[in-house]
T-cell receptor, first 110, second 113 residues
Framework: GIQVEQSPPDLILQEGANSTLRCNFS?????LQWFHQNPWGQLINLFY???GTKQNGRLSATTVATERYSLLYISSSQTTDSGVYFC????????????FGTGTRLKVLA | NAGVMQNPRHLVRRRGQEARLRCSPM?????VYWYRQLPEEGLKFMVY????????ESGMPKERFSAEFPKEGPSILRIQQVVRGDSAAYFC???????????FGNGTRLTVT
C-alpha cells in the first residue's frame, strides 16, 4: 500500500517562530488533506489541497503532486497551534479511502 | 449545518461485552469512513461505507468487528467480545462524494476494563 511519511516527527518552537512541516507519499494521489489534532483530540480540517498553494491566515500549504510531497507552513506560531499535524492522502488507484501520515507533534512554548 | 455527530463520546466496557459506536454524517453526506487511533499513534483506516454498501473493509479485523450504514439512521461500528487491545479512540468521517474532503466527528473513546 501507499506509504505516507511526515517530518519532523516532533517539533518544539518558541511562540512567534515559523515552521515548515513536510508530507511525502510513495504513490500518485487524487486528493490530500491537512488536519490539526488539538490537545483535546479533535481533528480540525486545515486544507484540502490536491495540488497548488492555499493560504488561510497564518497557515499556508503547497502540494506538488508530481513530486509526491506537500508542505504546511505555520508562521508566527501561537501556543494554540500545539498538537499533532496529520496529512492524509487518497490514492489515484483504489477505493477512495484516505490514508493518514505518521504525524508531526508540535509544541509551541510561551 | 451540524457537523459529524458521534456518540457516545466515552464508552466503558468490560472484557467480553459488546460495544456499539454510532455516527451520523453531515447533512447531504452519503459516504462514511471509520478510523481507529491507538494512544500516541496515528489514525488507521478501518472501513469505508456508502448507504447500504460496504465499499472497502480492508482495514477492519476479520473477527469481532462489523460496520453498517443503513438506508435510514446512523452508521454503526460494532465490536463484539471486546478485549483490552480494543481500547482506542474511534473516529468517523463523512464526505459528499468521491474526490471530496473528509469531515471528522469528535470521536468515541472506548475503554475496555
Amino acid at each position: 500500500g501507499i506509504q505516507v511519511e511526515q517530518s519532523p516527527p516532533d517539533l518544539i518552537l518558541q511562540e512567534g517562530a515559523n515552521s515548515t512541516l513536510r508530507c511525502n507519499f510513495s504513490d500518485s494521489v487524487n486528493n490530500l488533506q491537512w488536519f490539526h489534532q488539538n490537545p483535546w483530540g479533535q481533528l480540525i480540517n486545515l486544507f484540502y489541497i490536491p495540488s497548488g498553494t492555499k493560504q488561510n491566515g497564518r497557515l499556508s500549504a503547497t502540494t506538488v503532486a508530481t513530486e509526491r510531497y506537500s508542505l504546511l507552513y505555520i508562521s508566527s506560531s501561537q501556543t494554540t497551534d500545539s498538537g499533532v499535524y496529520f496529512c492524509a492522502v487518497e490514492r489515484t488507484s483504489g477505493t477512495y479511502k484516505y490514508i493518514f501520515g505518521t504525524g508531526t507533534r508540535l509544541k509551541v512554548l510561551a | 449545518n451540524a457537523g459529524v455527530m458521534q456518540n457516545p463520546r466515552h464508552l466503558v466496557r468490560r472484557r467480553g461485552q459488546e460495544a456499539r459506536l454510532r455516527c451520523s454524517p453531515m447533512k447531504g453526506h452519503s459516504h462514511v469512513y471509520w478510523y481507529r487511533q491507538l494512544p500516541e499513534e496515528g489514525l488507521k483506516f478501518m472501513v469505508y461505507l456508502q448507504k447500504e454498501n460496504i465499499i472497502d473493509e480492508s482495514g477492519m479485523p476479520k473477527e469481532r468487528f462489523s460496520a453498517e450504514f443503513p438506508k435510514e439512521g446512523p452508521s454503526i461500528l460494532r465490536i463484539q467480545q471486546v478485549v483490552r487491545g480494543d481500547s482506542a479512540a474511534y473516529f468517523c468521517a463523512s464526505s459528499t462524494d468521491y474526490n471530496s474532503p473528509l469531515h471528522f466527528g469528535n470521536g468515541t473513546r472506548l475503554t475496555v476494563t
